[in-house]
C-alpha cells in the first residue's frame, strides 16, 4: 500500500487500508491490480481521473493525423496550371499529408497513356526535392493513372 503522500506503508490488510483511507477522507484505489500482493494506493479518485482524462486529451492533441490529399491533372495540362498544382503539392506534403496524383483521361485520351505518364514522371521531377513515389503509378478503372507521393524523411 501507498499512502496519500506518496510514501509506501506496506502490505496491510484490506480492512486496515479501507479504514486509513476514510480517516483520510480520501480513496483507496487499486493501482496494478495483477501484482503479488495487489498495489493499491490512498489518493483523491476525482481527482486522479481529471488528471487522467487531461493527459488523454494533451495526447491527442499533440497527435497528428496523416491525411491523403489529391491532385487531379489532364494529359494536356498547360504550364501555369501544372506549376499551380505543384504548388499545392508541395503546400500539401510540407504539411505533412501524403498526396495522390491523378492524372484523368477522358474520351480518346485512354489510349494514350504515355501522356499520362509524362505528366507523372514531371510532377514527380518537380517534388523529387520534397517527396518520393511510393509504390509507383498504377491505373485505377479504365481512364485514371495514379501515384502516391510520401515525403522524404
Not at 486522479?48 to 482524462?53: L, N, S, V
Amino acid at each position: 500500500m501507498i499512502g496519500a503522500d506518496s510514501k509506501q506503508i506496506g502490505i496491510v490488510e484490506i480492512r486496515k487500508a479501507l479504514d486509513l483511507a476514510n480517516e483520510e477522507g480520501l480513496d483507496l484505489v487499486e493501482i496494478a491490480p495483477k501484482a503479488t500482493p495487489p498495489v493499491c494506493k490512498i489518493i483523491d479518485y476525482g481527482k486522479y481521473r481529471y488528471e487522467q482524462t487531461k493527459k488523454q486529451k494533451d495526447a491527442r492533441k499533440k497527435q497528428h493525423n496523416v491525411q491523403l490529399k489529391r491532385v487531379q491533372l489532364s494529359p494536356n495540362i498547360d504550364d501555369h496550371d501544372f506549376n499551380v498544382k505543384i504548388a499545392a503539392g508541395r503546400r500539401f506534403l510540407e504539411s505533412g499529408h501524403r498526396v495522390k496524383v491523378m492524372v484523368l483521361m477522358r474520351g480518346r485520351m485512354v489510349t494514350r497513356k504515355d501522356l499520362a505518364e509524362q505528366v507523372l514522371t514531371r510532377m514527380a521531377e518537380e517534388l523529387s526535392d520534397l517527396a518520393k513515389i511510393d509504390g509507383g503509378t498504377r491505373m485505377e478503372g479504365r481512364n485514371n493513372l495514379s501515384m502516391m507521393l510520401v515525403r522524404k524523411k
